[in-house]
């Protein structure tokens, strides 16, 4: 029963799938905001996520990081997200 459990934790484990939206901006039309540089730490951020075991990154950078764009981004991802994934 054990070894049975055992195997059906590792299976649940093995199927949940990681799911990340990194959105970096460091340029704003706002001329008001100050400069973060949130743009140039998306390439550690996927490093991270990657080395963590996410597979499924969406990143959006700058000009791509629009209202819209972000607001479907979340939209596609909760789509593919199933009960369990991290």
Same mark, same amino acid.
């Given at each position: ?6 195997? &059906?934790l590792? #299976?649940?484990?093995?199927? $949940?799938?990681?799911?990340?939206? +990194?959105?970096? !901006? *460091?340029?704003? $039309?706002? %001329?008001?905001w *100050?400069? !973060?540089n *949130?743009?140039? @730490?998306? %390439?550690?951020? @996927?490093? +991270? &996520?990657a080395?963590?075991?996410? %597979? @499924?990154?969406?990143?959006l +950078? #700058? ?7 972000i607001?479907?981004a ?10 369990? @994934?991290?």
């Amino acid at each position: 029963i054990l070894w049975l459990l055992l195997l &059906l934790l590792y #299976n649940t484990a093995a199927a $949940q799938t990681r799911h990340a939206l +990194v959105i970096g !901006i *460091g340029t704003y $039309q706002d %001329k008001n905001w *100050g400069n !973060i540089n *949130g743009d140039a @730490d998306v %390439k550690l951020v @996927d490093a +991270v &996520l990657a080395s963590a075991g996410y %597979k @499924d990154v969406t990143t959006l +950078v #700058n000009r791509q990081a629009t209202k819209r764009a972000i607001v479907n981004a979340f939209r596609r991802l909760e789509k593919k997200c199933h009960e369990g @994934d991290v």
